[in-house]
């Protein structure tokens, strides 16, 4: 295995020393016309259509004077984590809600989707014997795009429902108003959720000698929690060996984690007004996330989504379907990355088992060929949603062979696969069918709760987690 990890990383360095073909000569150049608000020049898909410009104004400027949620030397760490993904080194565990929701706002519900995060990472550690880098879906995640603007029910329209920081899930007139003081309340609990994340990750909870505690209550049972206990217990017997050896139990991986947040950059006037100038580089950072990423109905290459994000120093996302072809994904790539700084660009892929073993080799070898650096992500929620018994659904076995066909043709190519891309929750749900647990299509009814797409659930995202780590063992 050593061998072949030194072989990629070999692979991805003489990628990096061939000739780059990109649209910008230097970087000044290429910022020259940037600014927080550039991207108002351009066409912006999938924004609210706020009534009251005054209200927006006064949204605007409440959260303008707020504290960054996050720090440029912390967005700069997870960019240099992102490039170990790149290269084999690391690997992302990248998880969370589709989307955040207000009354659901619990510190419960975050501790157990930040444990489950924890155990899928010590699980894909133990098997896989690298790194995982944690990003949560978190502290932001609240602005959703639709492939509709309006919903029809019982035949009433009214316009859809897109996230809790633009206007409320109920079906009536009055909760489908887009309101810009939900801007506010998003900002206020995602810095709630920033700042219990924060006491976990460093206040001695996600101390891996506490790996045996993660586990959560309903998990005791079945057979992923089973499973877990018994690497925990190899982890602990390691741990207590390392100290009997002289490990200082004040050491960092004893007390703390490295934890990291990202949601979509979506509702421009939010991120714009959370963008920040750092003041040791003078780079821009979008403070909301450390990382943001682009969603697949808002990466026009000539869309303000792309505008505003190429203008950001954070590490960055972009999600991608079937529907783009390599050329189109080697400008895209030419735009938000032109330095070609590895840990920058994270390309996730989402587009069913199929279509990845069918398109995913093209657009590999595009970048590859052009001397692209790019962290190789696999979402495997967004291509295999589907509807059944009235609720929108995935199945276990879809999700895997995606990840399962992501991994094969890195394998064949020779490439790296970065990470994978999830929508999970700690919570004991009934969303998506199938995984060990058997959730059938008449469990569905029982305990769906997502504000937005189907979440694997805890035993189902530790399954993943299993198998992640087992494919990184090869
Ligand atoms: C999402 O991540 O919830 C999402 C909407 O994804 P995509 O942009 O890939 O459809
Ligand atoms: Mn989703």
Redesign the pocket.
């Known amino acids: 295995r050593q061998q072949t990890r030194g072989f990629l990383r070999q692979k991805s360095i003489k990628a990096i020393a061939e000739p780059l073909i990109l649209p910008f000569e230097k970087e000044s150049e290429h910022l020259a016309a940037w600014h927080p608000q550039s991207w108002r020049q351009l066409k912006a898909h999938q924004q609210p259509n706020y009534q009251d410009e005054n209200k927006l104004k006064e949204a605007v400027d409440i959260i303008s004077r707020m504290p960054p949620l996050v720090f440029a030397g912390e967005c700069r760490n997870l960019q240099s984590r992102l490039a170990k993904c790149a290269t084999g080194e690391a690997f992302l565990v990248q998880g969370g809600d589709?989307?955040e929701s207000f009354s659901q706002f619990s510190a419960n519900r975050i501790r157990d989707s930040f444990r489950v995060q924890l155990q899928m990472a010590v699980v894909a550690m133990f098997g896989g014997g690298v790194p995982v880098v944690k990003v949560g879906?978190m502290a932001g995640q609240f602005a959703?795009?639709r492939s509709a603007d309006m919903e029809t029910l019982d035949g009433k329209e009214l316009p859809s429902y897109r996230g809790d920081i633009i206007n409320g899930q109920e079906f009536t007139p009055e909760a489908r108003v887009p309101d810009p003081m939900r801007l506010v309340q998003a900002y206020n609990q995602a810095a709630a959720t920033l700042n219990l994340l924060r006491g976990f990750a460093t206040g001695g909870y996600a101390g891996l000698q506490r790996v045996m505690d993660w586990n959560l209550d309903f998990m005791a049972k079945s057979d992923e929690g089973r499973a877990y206990m018994d690497i925990a217990k190899r982890v602990d017997e390691a741990i207590q060996f390392m100290v009997a050896c002289g490990l200082d139990s004040h050491t960092a991986i004893m007390t703390e984690t490295e934890y990291y947040v990202s949601h979509?950059c979506l509702l421009l006037d939010y991120e714009s007004s959370l963008t920040r100038e750092d003041s040791t580089t003078g780079l821009w950072y979008d403070c909301s996330g450390h990382m943001l990423?682009c969603?697949?109905?808002?990466r026009q290459l000539d869309g303000a989504h792309v505008e505003f994000m190429r203008g950001i120093a954070n590490p960055i996302g972009v999600?991608v379907?079937d529907k783009m072809d390599p050329g189109q994904l080697v400008s895209l790539i030419a735009t938000l990355n032109p330095q070609n700084v590895p840990g920058r660009l994270t390309v996730?892929i989402?587009m069913g088992a199929e279509k990845v073993r069918a398109n995913l080799p093209r657009l590999v070898e595009a970048v590859r060929n052009s001397g692209q650096v790019v962290t190789w992500v696999c979402?495997p929620?967004?291509g295999n949603t589907e509807c059944v018994a009235g609720y929108k659904t995935r199945r276990f076995d879809n999700i895997r062979a995606e990840v399962e066909a992501f991994f094969d043709v890195h394998e064949e190519l020779g490439t790296v696969p970065g990470g994978i891309?999830l929508?999970m929750t700690g919570d004991d749900v009934t969303e998506c069918l199938g995984g060990g647990s058997s959730i059938l299509e008449t469990d569905l009814n029982s305990r769906y709760h997502t504000h937005?797409?189907p979440r694997l659930n805890a035993e189902q995202a530790l399954e993943m987690a299993f198998y992640v780590g087992s494919r990184l063992a090869e």
């Not at 969603?295 to 808002?298: F, K, P, S």
């Open positions: 589709c989307a879906r959703k795009p979509e990423w969603g697949e109905r808002t999600k379907s996730i989402r979402d929620m967004h891309h929508e937005c797409d």
